[in-house]
């Protein structure tokens, strides 16, 4: 029903800044809580953040958080994930995942759609 595809990613250096878009199809994408998770190599896949419909209160994960930036342009059905200040901790496959629960306003995420993932790679 949903389909999602990210791009933006890419070699950067250490301290350096990417940003990720993730485009979805469909006309309900503003009723949507999106979400960004990213899986390094031998690890299991963990949540980055996420977006509400809304925007009310969002959600980044420690590791993330104040370094990471998670926004959406409801016109272009895109949601970006701006990174700054990279490490090479951050080095994984990220991917775009969409709560299929219109108009959901709890802090829980559930990813019901995911995008095939992009790959990045922060060398030290």
């Known amino acids: 029903q949903v389909q999602l595809v990210e791009s933006g990613g890419g070699l950067v250096q250490a301290g350096g800044s990417l940003r990720l878009s993730c485009a979805a199809s469909?006309?309900?994408?503003?009723?949507?809580?999106m979400g960004w998770f990213r899986q390094a190599p031998g690890k299991e896949r963990e949540i980055v953040g996420r977006?509400?419909?809304?925007?009310?209160?969002?959600y980044y994960a420690d590791s993330v958080k104040g370094r990471f930036t998670i926004s959406r342009d409801n016109a272009k059905n895109t949601v970006y994930l701006q990174m700054d200040n990279l490490n090479p901790e951050d080095t994984a496959v990220y991917y775009c995942?969409?709560?299929?629960?219109?108009?959901?306003?709890?802090?829980?995420?559930?990813?019901?759609?995911w995008g095939q993932g992009t790959q990045v790679t922060v060398s030290a």
């Open positions: 995942a969409a709560d299929g629960r219109l108009f959901y306003n709890r802090d829980d995420f559930r990813a019901d759609y």
């Open positions: 469909g006309r309900t994408f503003s009723q949507y809580n």
């Open positions: 977006i509400k419909w809304s925007v009310a209160n969002p």
